[in-house]
């Protein structure tokens, strides 16, 4: 096969975006995060590398193909591709925007999501097992290394075109995200993970339980919470937008200090009141806070009235909203999936 040679790089580079795509929704800190990211940027352009070569054997497919149902094939694979990199790159260069309820980076994920199976079967079944000979070729790793170079070189171009075409480029975050209204209080994009949406919640009813490996059990109501501990963080949405807010509510610490914590302590779960949770370390939940205002402002019920998880530092679908239940586990936090499927 003439160009049998992309196939292979075409999987690799696709499964360097799928890796790196995933780090950088989960990991904690910006330089982890910041790193993931620009490896995800170079493997992207890279991508559009490879499909310089790609694309002819995709075109001379269609011209004399050897049945339909390969033909196509070829061009749903190929819109999809496109569609998944252009949805990408038009986040990155043309600015945020949005269609039929999701924004262009949700986009961008989730035709990844659904095309990186069918990416993977055609690049195995192009390379006729994906042969380990092809890489101890030395032409293999010449092309790997200068596609990469290439994709670096091309990232950093559209990078310096955008800055120089566009006034607010300089908005866009490490994480690719644009800032949405900070210090504006509860006026800043409202959006929950999948469909956690519950109906409001009554403060009267509503008791916050502290449980699990601690000395004492705590149930509070809202008026029992108190705390006037206060935190300036940036709340980073995988939607493709960030706003910083000063928070004010409870220390997670503090809890934890009146429920008494027991030594074989490890992870702490906050979940709400939809059955939603995220777990974390016992240090990393230390140094939460539990927040019932914004901006001086009491939380609303789309932003997590009566109290939601502040946890500087985590992507925004960390941030627990809703929560009427602290766990503290004798087991590792990495006992939970990394992206939360409820």
Known sequence: MRFGWSNSLLLVFVAVEAVTGLFSLTAGGAPDAAAFIIVHRIAGYGILVVLAWKLRLVFSSLKFPRSRAPRYASIVLMVTLLAALGTGFAWSLAGPYSFAWFSGVSWHINLGVLLLPVLVWHAIYQTRGFPLSFWADRRSFLRLTGVTIAGLAAWQLAELGSRLVRADASDRRFTGSYEARSFSGNDFPLTSWLNDRPGRVDPDGWRLEVSGAVSRRLLLSYEEMGGESETTATLDCTGGWYSTQVWTGTSVAELLARAGVLDSAASVTFTSVTGYYRRFSLD???????????????????????????????????????????????????????????
Do not use: C, M
């Not at 901006?295 to 009566?306: A, D, N, V």
């Not at 925004?316 to 990495?334: A, P, Q, Y």
């Open 284 to 342: 990393e939940a230390s140094g939460y806070l539990l927040a019932a205002r914004v901006g001086g402002e009491r939380l609303s019920h789309g932003h997590g009235f009566p109290v939601r998880l502040v946890a500087p530092g985590k992507r925004g679908f960390e941030w627990v909203k809703w929560i009427d239940r602290i766990e503290v586990n004798e087991t590792s936090k990495w006992l939970q999936p990394p992206l939360p499927i409820q």
